[in-house]
């Protein structure tokens, strides 16, 4: 009873401060439309409220709090999986990239599906059946209890901590951009459901909110793709011809390939849409990027966890088999939808909104109802921004899960109480752990507005790869792994992640920011014509990975470029272009011309905001001037570091209790015998 | 209590439980390879063979776009192949020993 009041109280609390806002400011949704985005919202909220209000019921033990009792079955669990995985980065990030940049956008999305060959083959049985609820479990089987909890429950801790910031900040942004909701409000609004789902309704609800999210997701793509590739008649060759010949397509590769273009026809500008290298240029990156997905998500602890909802090992297995169905063919959607979006709104609108391209599936929604002004058009609209906010509170609330259980299963009751705690008490703990994290997870996402949090979640499948798949894959696997291996391994993975990404391009570098603010605000001086110059190969191998004395950087060939004229300041082009809008006469240039005064505006605003913030500053927060590690993702040398580590630390320390029980852990986690069961509902 | 009856070290000499450890570790190993190998071909290609991705087979498709998709053929099918072998031998093959796993000494 108490429970339906709360968390009835809350949605209407929300509701209603949503509601005071929803005319605040301008988004992706016309002010006219806005209360339909609103209508699928509530009622989106109100479907999961109540099946908060029915799991609440059913929650009181322990085991049914983390692991939904173990009653989900595997096709729920496939479904709850790719609820849980398909962020709003790869919903809206993935089709933006595509819409953008053509094939490498999609070429991006297949490691986010093999990553599932890992977790079904090596992953998801064992840990089935020798774990309970946490990754601090599974290690403790054969280590130290206490020492590999402490570790584990750490490291779980970081890897939720940089996913939920990235969650809760890029959702912010998200829900702002769509709708116009005041960036405070999303963050808080987004933490206050999620903190009532996780809760009230554990595991279970969590688990059917993830569902609830997955279906919606898949039926707006599916809806989707339908309108827009049916025009051709479902016909690959058909479709990509229209992308090809597309103008906007054109155009938008034109700008990205730069002077190369001028020797281009418009066929083979079409055409190069459709080829690798005009957004991912640094091979080395993306197979350090391709490590740490393939890897990292089965060191995901959001995701281990959810192998312990079901009832057997072999229900694990096919939950994996329809998690890697739906999420494929999902990505295969996101091809169309990319495309869709390109060839129907164009890389400019898309941009011009958001440019990573977040809104460029919102966008094609919108355009696929019949358009802007339309009611159909609005309502698509509504539909996919209401699913994008579902994708948000789903895959927090997993997260703030998993970051709970760490603290209350692991730390609290494993650490510090010794495993001696009572069922009610360990429901409490488990409740108090997830308002804290929740709480910390709003405080974070509100502190870091405005930053970019984008690389916060490569580092995040990182640490998971160079510190927690090691651990957990040793332990499973490898007699010799003990204790001071896990232990040693798991700090000098995560620590080697995070120390090479703070060395790395994703942080800011003052120098680099001040000089483009210049520019912005300066103009350019003209530029002589320049030769063509051959593609440059560094000089050894570690040169390409750091900048180290000595080093010649590798560099791709440059076409010869014809002389560039100088380029305006912000203020003298600002006059230009008010001089020009006072000549004009059609609507249609005026209004072009104001978007081109309204952008400019932005660009002068950003860089005299950049040129004040880093005054005076010219190295990063690690006293650099410029990055000293030259990828962005550190998992090829952090990943192979945190494996060696695991194995040096076992050969050369021993451990009796990690030996004796090799036994037992091997034969367990191959054939189930004694695995935790599920509880009678 | 069941648990402390079975003897873990007997099971895992016990011949039948060395036969599915052999068989599963051989068979993951080799599927494990052949994803990543065949998944890490897709960044190299592109980056070092784009005169090769470059080729049109399809209309437009060229060989970039369909060795892209072929990825989630190969993932789908190497799921598939785990699955049916697991459910059709080593299920059997485990179950045959939990069945045994309190007289095994």
């Known amino acids: ?109 297949v490691g986010w599906l093999v990553a599932y060959i890992t977790v079904l083959l090596v992953i998801a049985e064992p840990c089935r059946n020798i774990g309970k609820y946490t990754l601090g479990d599974i290690l403790a089987f054969r280590n130290h209890p206490k020492a590999s909890k402490t570790v584990a429950a750490l490291s779980t801790i970081t890897v939720s901590t940089f996913y939920l910031t990235a969650q809760m900040v890029g959702g912010g942004v998200l829900i702002k951009t769509l709708i116009g909701i005041d960036y405070h409000i999303s963050v808080i609004g987004v933490g206050v459901l999620m903190l009532a789902y996780v809760v009230f309704g554990g595991m279970k609800a969590t688990t059917w909110v993830q569902i609830i999210k997955a279906v919606l997701l898949v039926t707006a793509s599916i809806l989707l793709v339908l309108i827009t590739w049916g025009q051709y008649g479902f016909s690959l060759p058909g479709f990509l011809t229209a992308v090809i010949g597309d103008p906007k397509v054109q155009a938008q590769v034109a700008k990205l390939v730069g002077d190369a273009a001028t020797t281009m026809t418009p066929e083979e500008l079409g055409q190069r849409f459709l080829e690798p290298g005009l957004f991912l240029k640094n091979p080395i990156d993306q197979i350090s990027l391709g490590m740490a997905l393939v890897l990292g998500t089965a060191g995901m602890p959001h995701i281990l966890m959810r192998f312990f909802t079901v009832p057997t090992a072999q229900a694990a297995r096919t939950s994996v088999l329809w998690a890697m169905g739906i999420i494929g063919g999902f990505y295969v959607l996101t091809l169309f939808l990319g495309m869709g979006a390109a060839i129907n709104v164009g890389a ?163 120098k680099a920011v001040l000089k483009d603010a210049d520019k912005v605000l300066n103009g350019e001086p003209m530029q002589p014509a320049k030769e063509a110059v051959p593609a440059k190969e560094a000089s050894s191998f570690m040169c390409e990975l750091f900048a180290m004395e000595g080093c010649v950087a590798s560099a791709p060939a440059k076409a010869a470029a014809a002389e560039k004229p100088a380029k305006p300041g912000a203020a003298d082009k600002l006059v230009a272009l008010n001089a020009k809008l006072a000549t004009l006469t059609d609507a249609k240039d005026i209004e072009k011309v104001k978007k081109d005064i309204a952008a400019t505006e932005k660009a002068k605003k950003k860089a005299e905001d950049d040129m004040q913030k880093f005054a005076g500053q010219t190295t990063s927060m690690m006293g650099l001037e410029k990055p000293y590690f030259l990828l962005k993702n550190p998992g090829l040398i952090s990943i192979p570091l945190g494996f060696l580590v695991v194995i040096l630390g076992s050969l050369l320390f021993r451990d009796k209790r990690s030996e004796e029980m090799w036994d037992e852990l091997y034969v367990r986690q191959n054939t189930g015998i004694n695995a935790e069961g599920a509880t009678a509902h | 209590m069941a648990k402390a009856e079975i003897n873990w070290a007997a099971i895992d000499a016990d011949p039948r439980f060395q036969a599915l450890h052999k068989k599963k570790l051989t068979f993951l190993w080799s599927l494990m390879i052949i994803s990543v190998v065949y998944y890490f071909l897709l960044p190299i290609g592109a980056a070092y063979y784009q005169d090769l991705f470059k080729i049109k087979v399809w209309g437009p498709v060229n060989v970039g776009i369909l060795f892209a998709l072929s990825e989630f053929i190969v993932a789908w099918t190497i799921a598939g192949i785990y699955a049916q072998r697991a459910n059709k031998q080593f299920d059997a093959m485990a179950a045959e020993i939990i069945k045994d796993a309190h007289n095994i000494k």
């Open chain 1, 1 to 109: 009873m108490n429970l339906k009041l709360i968390g009835g109280a809350a949605a209407a609390a929300l509701l209603a401060a949503v509601s005071t806002l929803a005319f605040a400011g301008a988004g992706a949704v016309a002010d006219e439309y806005k209360w339909m985005t609103f209508a699928v919202f509530g009622l989106i909220i109100a479907i999961t409220m109540y099946v908060t209000y029915w799991a609440a019921r059913q929650t009181h033990s322990t085991s049914e709090f983390y692991a939904a009792g173990r009653s989900v079955t595997g096709i729920q669990n496939g479904w709850a999986i790719a609820g849980d995985y398909l962020s709003a980065a790869s919903f809206l990030g993935i089709a933006g990239l595509i819409s953008l940049y053509g094939y490498d956008g999609f070429m991006y999305s």
């Open chain 1, 348 to 510: 400019g609108p898309i941009s011009a909104l958001d440019k990573g391209g977040n809104m460029a599936a919102p966008m094609l929604a919108q355009f696929a109802g019949g358009g802007a002004d339309s009611v159909l058009g609005n309502l698509f609209l509504a539909f996919v921004a209401a699913v994008a906010f579902a994708t948000i509170v789903a895959v927090v609330a997993g997260l703030v899960l998993a970051a709970a259980s760490a603290m209350a299963h692991d730390i609290y009751v494993g650490v510090i109480k010794g495993d001696r705690a009572s069922p009610q008490e360990q429901v409490m703990a488990a409740r108090v752990s997830s308002v804290i994290v929740g709480i910390m997870a709003i405080y974070v996402g509100i502190a870091a507005e405005g930053q970019n949090v984008a690389h916060l979640v490569a580092l995040a499948f990182a640490v998971a790869a160079s510190s927690n798949l090691p651990a957990v894959f040793l332990t499973l696997y490898w007699k010799p792994a003990n204790t001071y291996g896990i232990v040693a391994g798991m700090l000098v993975g995560a620590i080697a992640a995070i120390g090479l990404v703070m060395i790395s391009p994703n942080m800011t570098y003052p």
